[in-house]
């Protein structure tokens, strides 16, 4: 019995004299954390998506906390999110005007021309290897094998007729579709302007022609007409100005090709009516 106690006390003092020193060290090294961080972690929705710059929901909590990042960034939590952040720092954020991922492409498998008949792996990176950047006659078009598709934790993204679209519900500006694609074809742009350009291509007139029905043929009747300004014409292809934008439409009847999207709804041009009659008053 005498033998059975012994080892039993000794392992219990070590166990003891172990916990103390464990103690002592927690103590002596503890790093104090704000208790506002899991306050703010908790407000956000979870997505770890990266659209906030940060590498999750954590590392942009403490940055939020520590003062390095904005409480708006979360584009997921939206406005919800940015209140109870800015209810537990005690400050006024300004809610950010809603983004989402745009494709610029409009050359669906019934208008754009393809060289050959692509067979390998489906996806957009491994099909760009091969000569020509991929099947597609444009070389800066969309090859509509979904590697924007695959990466978007969201289910925001789709093929539709060989070209993929966004739905703008779904979305969160994460970049993630951005990073996927190898011809850059994805940019963020502010959901409420409702006026896209839906080309990608660099190339002039009849090269564009040649390979897509509605390509931007670079006339640049749409820089000419808008009456805001907004529009300049950059690297071949017409860039809209959105803080200058009024969503008037002008852009889009003036597109020969067709080339300018128009996601206008009726609210939205009776309001541009609305807005013109009144000027005009």
């Given at each position: 019995?005498?033998?059975?106690?012994?080892?039993?006390?000794?392992?219990?003092?070590?166990?003891?004299?172990f916990?103390?020193?464990?103690?002592?060290?927690?103590?002596?090294?503890?790093?104090?954390?704000?208790?506002?961080?899991?306050?703010?972690?908790?407000a956000?929705?979870?997505?770890?998506?990266?659209?906030?710059?940060?590498?999750?929901?954590?590392?942009y909590?403490?940055?939020?906390?520590?003062?390095?990042a904005?409480?708006?960034?979360?584009?997921?939590?939206?406005?919800?999110a940015?209140?109870?952040?800015?209810?537990?720092?005690?400050?006024?954020?300004?809610?950010?005007?809603?983004?989402?991922?745009?494709?610029?492409?409009?050359?669906?498998?019934?208008?754009?021309?393809?060289k050959?008949?692509?067979?390998?792996i489906?996806?957009c990176?491994?099909?760009?290897?091969?000569?020509?950047?991929?099947?597609?006659?444009?070389?800066?078009?969309c090859?509509?094998?979904?590697?924007?598709?695959?990466?978007?934790?969201?289910?925001?993204?789709?093929?539709?007729?060989?070209?993929?679209?966004?739905?703008?519900?779904?979305?969160?500006?994460?970049?993630?579709?951005?990073?996927?694609?190898?011809?850059?074809?994805?940019?963020?742009?502010?959901?409420?302007?409702?006026?896209?350009?839906?080309?990608?291509?660099?190339?002039?007139?009849?090269e564009?022609?040649?390979?897509?029905?509605?390509?931007c043929?670079?006339?640049?009747?749409?820089?000419?007409?808008?009456?805001?300004?907004?529009?300049?014409?950059?690297?071949?292809?017409?860039?809209?100005?959105?803080?200058?934008?009024?969503?008037?439409?002008?852009?889009?009847?003036?597109?020969?090709?067709?080339?300018?999207?128009?996601?206008?709804?009726?609210?939205?041009?009776?309001?541009?009516?609305?807005?013109?009659?009144?000027?005009s008053?």
């Amino acid at each position: 019995m005498t033998n059975l106690i012994a080892p039993v006390v000794s392992l219990g003092g070590l166990g003891i004299v172990f916990g103390l020193l464990l103690g002592y060290a927690n103590d002596k090294f503890k790093v104090d954390v704000d208790e506002r961080i899991p306050l703010v972690r908790e407000a956000l929705p979870g997505a770890n998506c990266g659209g906030c710059g940060f590498a999750g929901c954590d590392a942009y909590a403490e940055a939020v906390v520590n003062g390095t990042a904005k409480p708006n960034k979360c584009t997921p939590g939206g406005a919800v999110a940015v209140e109870k952040i800015s209810n537990i720092l005690g400050v006024v954020t300004e809610i950010s005007d809603p983004t989402a991922a745009y494709v610029k492409c409009k050359g669906t498998c019934t208008i754009a021309k393809e060289k050959y008949t692509y067979q390998g792996i489906m996806d957009c990176n491994q099909a760009v290897i091969n000569p020509g950047g991929g099947s597609k006659a444009c070389e800066f078009g969309c090859l509509g094998l979904g590697s924007c598709v695959k990466v978007c934790l969201f289910d925001a993204l789709e093929i539709v007729d060989g070209v993929a679209r966004v739905n703008e519900e779904k979305c969160t500006s994460c970049g993630a579709c951005i990073n996927a694609c190898p011809k850059g074809l994805i940019e963020i742009t502010p959901v409420n302007s409702r006026v896209r350009i839906q080309c990608n291509s660099k190339n002039k007139g009849k090269e564009v022609m040649d390979t897509c029905g509605v390509g931007c043929i670079t006339c640049g009747l749409c820089v000419k007409n808008c009456p805001e300004q907004a529009i300049t014409m950059t690297n071949n292809l017409p860039v809209i100005d959105y803080s200058k934008c009024v969503n008037c439409g002008i852009c889009v009847g003036k597109c020969p090709k067709k080339t300018i999207e128009d996601l206008r709804s009726s609210e939205d041009l009776n309001a541009v009516k609305f807005a013109s009659e009144s000027t005009s008053v």
